[in-house]
């Protein structure tokens, strides 16, 4: 059974620094991509930032240059590092993992985390 935890997130003031690790265990198959979500109430969930195998990282564009994902295969985790915080980057994030074995694939999804940014 995947499980996927969470760590970090908080209260932090505009400006400053969080980050965010999830740790995927359980998975039978390789993990392909990782990523972040956030959604804030009564909208829609949004990618952050993704990761490939290869290592190659994707960012929404409000992000970029502000945030910095990163994964370690061997402990099955992906990170997210987040500077500059600003007040509309609070939003609950979420961890992905896609696990992959051929043709199949199947995404897992973390509790989610609070991150809130207040001026």
């Known amino acids: 059974q995947v499980q996927l935890v969470e760590s970090g997130g908080g209260m932090v003031q505009t400006g400053g620094s969080l980050s965010l690790s999830c740790e995927a265990s359980g998975g039978h198959f390789s993990i392909k991509d990782m990523g972040w979500y956030r959604q804030v109430p009564g909208k829609l969930r949004e990618v952050v930032a993704m990761?490939?195998?290869?290592?190659?990282?994707t960012y929404l564009g409000s992000v970029k240059d502000r945030f910095t994902i990163s994964r370690e295969r061997s402990k099955n985790t992906v990170n997210l590092q987040m500077t500059n915080l600003k007040e509309q980057d609070t939003a609950k994030y979420y961890c992905?993992?896609?696990?992959?074995?051929?043709?199949?694939?199947?995404?897992?999804w973390g509790q989610g985390t609070q991150v809130t940014v207040s001026s």
């Open positions: 992905k993992v896609r696990y992959a074995l051929g043709d199949w694939e199947d995404d897992y």
């Open positions: 990761i490939t195998t290869d290592g190659r990282a």
